[in-house]
């Protein structure tokens, strides 16, 4: 997992229209705004600032594109559900999400971050929908997980992974916290797999 710790940050998009190059293999990360994104690429990363958090609802909010090498990338995607936003933001926000999802050939994978106590509110599943239907693989973290004793961390994971069974894809299911690093190596297995690393890049 010490890869992961070379990632830098590369650009921001205003949307998914502006990204670059087509390449490589890129995995995206996506949550309702507060699920832990930020903490969770700060943790996989090893590094305090990487992903900052931007607290004001609705502001233009940007795609963060980190390099990790030449071919692969880690896509921050902007937070969503924030119930101020506008109707019309939130549907041009589906529309370009759906279309990067379906289109963008680099993406290799989509990581959606869940608080462990509120999972699959609707757009987290609208998103892992459009995934799924893309043939993507799914990591749905269930974050904050240090929040929960053990039996009902257990318990939460397995109320998740079987509503997981509905989405009929490729969807793994796994407990995480940046706070008491419960996950991490076990998200970062699933990553490893589909940026097609073997234990040979390893610095
Ligand atoms: P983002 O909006 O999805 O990027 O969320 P952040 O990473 O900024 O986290 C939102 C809030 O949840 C912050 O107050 C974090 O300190 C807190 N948080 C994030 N991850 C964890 C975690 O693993 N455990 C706990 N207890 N709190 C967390």
Redesign the pocket.
């Known amino acids: 997992m010490s890869y992961y710790t070379k990632a830098k940050f590369l650009m921001s998009a205003p949307d998914i229209r502006h990204l670059k190059q087509d390449e490589g293999i890129e995995v995206a990360f996506a949550?309702?705004?507060?699920?832990?994104?930020?903490?969770?690429l700060n943790t996989l990363t090893r590094q305090k600032n990487l992903?900052r958090?931007s607290k004001t609802p609705g502001r233009t909010q940007l795609i963060n594109i980190f390099e990790l090498d030449e071919t692969r990338r880690l896509v921050d995607l902007p937070?969503y559900g924030f119930a101020q936003v506008p109707i019309a933001m939130k549907k041009k926000w589906q529309a370009s999400l759906g279309e990067y999802l379906q289109k963008r050939k680099s993406l290799r994978g989509l990581v959606v971050?869940m608080d462990i106590r509120h999972p699959f509110k609707d757009l987290d599943q609208d998103l892992i929908y459009w995934a799924v239907d893309a043939g993507l693989p799914v990591l749905a973290l269930l974050?904050?997980?240090?929040?929960l004793k053990s039996g009902k961390r257990k318990e939460a994971f397995m109320f998740a992974r079987d509503a997981a069974l509905a989405f009929n894809g490729d969807v793994t299911v796994q407990a995480?916290?940046?706070?008491?690093k419960i996950g991490v190596s076990e998200a970062a297995a699933v990553l490893d797999k589909w940026f097609e690393l073997n234990g040979e890049e390893d610095a």
């Open positions: 949550g309702r705004s507060n699920a832990g994104k930020s903490s969770a992903a958090t937070g971050m974050t904050k997980a240090d929040k995480f916290s940046s706070l008491s």
